[in-house]
């Protein structure tokens, strides 16, 4: 795997000593390791990062595959607490070997419910710099496809701030919504937005401004080619030069959208920049050009910061490529604009006059509108396909670019990445009021004059501003027949935003509708139980299916903000589901008989029981205890009657309904908890069920009892015993001599797939 222009153009840059360039090479040829971390919740951390360690480990360690030890997962040193994991085993061999198939099982089904991230080690990065803390108002703007917010979402737990997640793509902001579901917050939101557009939102009738952005904006993605080979042979130095105008773009809006105030010396507005790419037209040049064009930043320092991690310092010097040949004959960009009326020559002895009209007049287009060309005409007018900020600054001396930091993934075995961390400084101007025409699109002149030099304008992708229809009407919220004004959207396309947005309306509910207090009375909630923060999604004239909660700030940014303007995909939490309760056939006993069994309640979500923990009463609760869970694991809808006490006159002595079971910490099957675990049930007349997932059921399974004792897992189990047994079969009424281990391999993948049929695995983010 070769790329002569990729070679050509990173050794100019001589991002790393010459001494170091083959290793360099060496390493962006080998396999990218597997990589997790463990997410979730601190006291979850605890009992699956002690599992990995007291359990797999040591199964892995005794293992052997051909006569050979089994490589085994080992911490990534640099990640806090050792919550962070690597694995550098080909996936075949993996899946070979009966301890990897174990130790996979427990990956797929803990990733599942949330407790895992598949992330690639150099995504963990940007969060850790950011600094997050639980009352602060964060923006990621470039979230999709969402492990850097389950990140942030970990740092603010528990949440008195916001999060807000972003992402450009529909398709991709409704993937956040799905990945944050493992995660719930009600400080979270999510929006489909331009990020270099993002508009202001409202908190206390004043702009919100943030405490932490994170920008991981769209890049070339160079730094993935050890697991995107495709790069080798596609790649071109043209799509960073294309990329550079949006990412600036992108900071330069971050930068607008911190708080001012940077008076707290130990907690000062903070961006941080970051890009999968090793081209410094994407990342030292984009840093200089927002901080001559911001005023009242400053690079920090983070060098002590993860001192485990290895890195290198920002370039202060670089040349950018003018054309798919990557020849870089400029040094400068007014050399470059003296040469657009006369040949030069290039590095391999032609002439050329590479930016007439003509030359490469397709560039543009092939990378969808995101070149930064100009076109007049074809009567020998030339075409400026540059910008002033692809080159150095004259002060890029004085912009400390040294302090953004290059990961390189012959250092510690990973992908490539650039980070830069940016804080508010006290200069004054820094201070000053904003121009109202600030969060606007700027209107795009002839010519863009950036750092007063005229470059030409701006080429990017022609797109029609998303636009959607707003109808204020006058709706009952289906609950308690209160008329209230609320915003209805219409079905638009949006060329921005790459698909149609079309949403249910966000209808907060009265704090005293009969049926929330019906359930908030029967869970005995506490008082201080936030009920005004509870809101609907069900469209005008139908019933209402779940009932969401957000916390007081996101409450106030959602009740002050024009929904159309944010394109809200998504906020808070589900923390009740409607259930029907129909009257129950035959006879009943006296306490069941009475109107609550006809009519409407609602039950806890899974996904919502964390936010509703703090408010529980521990003397409703229904105390679980081993023999209790494994019946429920072993069995969808188990009688009252199949459980042994106490557990089982508890739970008949309870209304039908929503109830939570707590298994108190202690001896479980195969391991113990050490801490007492909140789950969901719901009680009918002669049944109770536990209200989770088949996948948190089989993951709660392994890590339990050491095995999938699930109805689904059984299933799977008998499915894959039924393939090998009719492959052996064929085997012998087939007589081929010695198989190949190819197809042998092939046949033990088919069948392990066919196992884990029910699992979606996750896909590594970057």
Same mark, same amino acid.
């Given at each position: 795997?070769?790329?002569e222009?990729f070679?050509?153009?990173?050794? $100019?840059?001589?991002? *790393?000593?010459?001494?170091e360039w ?10 990218? +390791? ?6 979730g ?10 599992a990995i ?5 040591? #199964? ?8 050979e ?19 550098n ?7 070979r ?7 996979? !099982?427990?990956l797929?089904?803990e990733?599942?419910?949330?407790n895992?991230?598949?992330q690639?080690?150099?995504?963990m990065?940007p969060p ?10 964060v ?28 992402d450009?793509?529909?398709?991709? $902001? #409704? ?37 932490r952005i ?11 080619? =050890?697991k995107?080979?495709?790069?080798? =042979? ?5 799509e960073?030069?294309g ?6 773009r992108i900071?330069q809006?971050s930068? =607008?959208?911190?708080?001012?105030d940077?008076?707290?010396v ?9 890009t999968?790419s090793?081209?410094p ?15 009242g ?5 983070v ?5 485990n991690?290895?890195r =290198? ?17 400029? $040094?400068?960009?007014?050399?470059y604009?003296?040469s657009l009326?006369?040949?030069?020559t ?7 006059s ?11 287009n092939?990378?969808?509108g ?10 020998g ?6 910008l002033?900020t692809?080159?150095?600054?004259a ?7 040294? %302090?953004?930091?290059?990961i390189?993934?012959?250092l ?25 025409t600030?969060?606007?699109? +700027?209107?795009?002149?002839e ?7 005229n470059v ?17 009407? !006058?709706?009952t919220d289906?609950?308690d027949g209160?008329? #209230? ?7 638009e396309p ?21 049926? *929330?207090? !019906? ?25 209402? %299916? ?10 106030t ?9 944010? %394109? ?12 029907e309760l ?13 109107q ?11 996904e919502?029981?964390?936010?509703l ?12 205890d ?12 188990p ?16 209304? *039908? ?15 113990s ?7 969901p049930?719901?009680?009918?007349d ?13 993951a709660?399974s ?8 699930t ?11 039924e ?26 993948d088919e069948?392990?797939? $066919?196992a884990?049929?029910?699992?979606t ?6």
């Amino acid at each position: 795997m070769s790329n002569e222009r990729f070679e050509k153009y990173y050794q $100019a840059q001589q991002i *790393l000593p010459a001494a170091e360039w083959d290793s360099f090479m060496q390493a962006l040829r080998q396999p990218l +390791p597997s990589t997790f971390r463990i997410a979730g919740n601190r006291q979850m951390k605890d009992v699956l990062n002690e599992a990995i360690k007291n359990t797999f480990v040591p #199964q892995l360690e005794a293992g052997s595959f051909d006569g050979e030890p089994l490589p085994v997962p080992r911490p990534i040193t640099w990640y806090p607490q050792g919550l962070a994991w690597h694995l550098n085993v080909p996936r075949k061999e993996l899946r070979r070997s009966p301890e990897y198939k174990r130790f996979h !099982s427990f990956l797929v089904y803990e990733t599942e419910v949330g407790n895992i991230s598949r992330q690639e080690a150099v995504s963990m990065i940007p969060p850790l710099f950011l600094d997050v803390r639980p009352c602060h108002a964060v923006v990621d703007l470039c979230a999709a496809p969402g492990s850097k917010t389950s990140q942030l979402l970990e740092a603010m737990d528990p949440p008195s701030g916001i999060l807000i997640a972003n992402d450009v793509d529909h398709k991709r $902001a #409704q993937l956040l919504v799905h990945t944050s579901a493992r995660l719930p917050s009600p400080a979270l939101m999510v929006t489909n937005l331009d990020a270099s557009v993002f508009p202001s939102l409202k908190y206390e009738d004043k702009p919100l401004r943030y405490d932490r952005i994170l920008a991981d904006v769209p890049c070339s993605g160079d730094g993935t080619i =050890r697991k995107n080979v495709g790069i080798w =042979r596609s790649w071109s130095p043209m799509e960073g030069n294309g990329l550079h105008a949006l990412q600036l773009r992108i900071l330069q809006r971050s930068m =607008r959208m911190v708080k001012s105030d940077a008076s707290s010396v130990q907690d000062k507005p903070r961006i941080v920049y970051s890009t999968c790419s090793l081209n410094p037209v994407e990342n030292e040049a984009v840093i200089a050009a927002a901080l001559n064009t911001v005023p009242g930043f400053e690079l920090v320092d983070v060098s002590k910061t993860l001192p485990n991690l290895a890195r =290198r310092s920002g370039l202060t010097t670089w040349l950018p490529a003018i054309n798919r040949d990557a020849d870089m004959p400029y $040094a400068s960009y007014e050399d470059y604009c003296t040469s657009l009326t006369s040949s030069i020559t290039l590095a391999d002895g032609s002439t050329d006059s590479p930016n007439i009209e003509g030359r490469e007049k397709d560039e543009s287009n092939k990378h969808k509108g995101k070149g930064i060309a100009k076109g007049r005409g074809r009567e020998g007018v030339v075409r400026n396909r540059m910008l002033a900020t692809h080159w150095p600054p004259a002060n890029v001396a004085e912009l400390g670019l040294e %302090r953004c930091m290059r990961i390189y993934p012959h250092l510690q075995d990973t992908g490539g990445f650039f980070v830069a961390v940016l804080e508010r400084t006290n200069s004054p101007a820094c201070n000053a009021a904003r121009p109202k025409t600030e969060g606007k699109r +700027p209107i795009l002149s002839e010519d863009v004059s950036t750092n007063g030099e005229n470059v030409g304008p701006v080429e990017g992708p022609v797109t029609k501003k998303a636009r959607l229809i707003k109808d204020v009407v !006058s709706r009952t919220d289906g609950m308690d027949g209160t008329s #209230q004004q609320k915003e209805v959207y219409a079905e638009e396309p949006s060329g921005e935003t790459g698909g149609t947005f079309k949403e249910n309306p966000f209808t907060f509910i009265s704090a005293d509708e009969p049926s *929330l207090v !019906s359930c908030i009375e029967k869970l005995n909630l506490a008082p201080a139980f936030p009920r005004a923060n509870l809101y609907v999604r069900n469209p005008e004239g139908t019933p209402v %299916r779940s009932l969401y909660l957000v916390n007081d700030v996101v409450k106030t940014v959602m009740s002050q903000t024009d929904y159309a303007k944010i %394109r809200l995909v998504s906020a808070g939490v589900k923390l009740f589901g409607r259930s029907e309760l129909a009257t129950a056939k035959g006879p009943l006993s006296a306490q069941h008989e009475s109107q609550e069994s006809a009519k409407t309640q609602f039950r806890v979500l899974s996904e919502g029981l964390l936010a509703l923990l703090p408010y529980l009463d521990q003397e409703s609760l229904i105390d679980g205890d081993a023999k209790a869970m494994r019946i429920f694991l072993e069995t969808y809808y188990p009688l009252c009657s199949s459980f042994e006490q106490p557990f089982k006159s508890s739970i008949e002595n309870k209304v *039908l309904g929503s109830h939570i079971v707590r298994f108190r910490s202690g001896e479980y099957g195969s391991t113990s908890l050490s801490h007492d675990l909140f789950l969901p049930l719901w009680k009918s007349d002669v049944s109770v069920s536990l209200m989770i997932d088949k996948k948190a059921k089989s993951a709660l399974s392994l890590r339990l009892f050491g095995e999938d004792i699930t109805v689904a897992g059984r299933q799977a189990l008998k499915q894959l015993d039924e393939k090998k047994a009719k492959k052996g079969a064929q085997a012998i009424l087939v007589d081929e001599g010695p198989g190949t281990g190819v197809e042998d391999t092939e046949d033990a993948d088919e069948m392990d797939d $066919a196992a884990d049929a029910s699992v979606t695995h996750t896909t590594n983010d970057l």
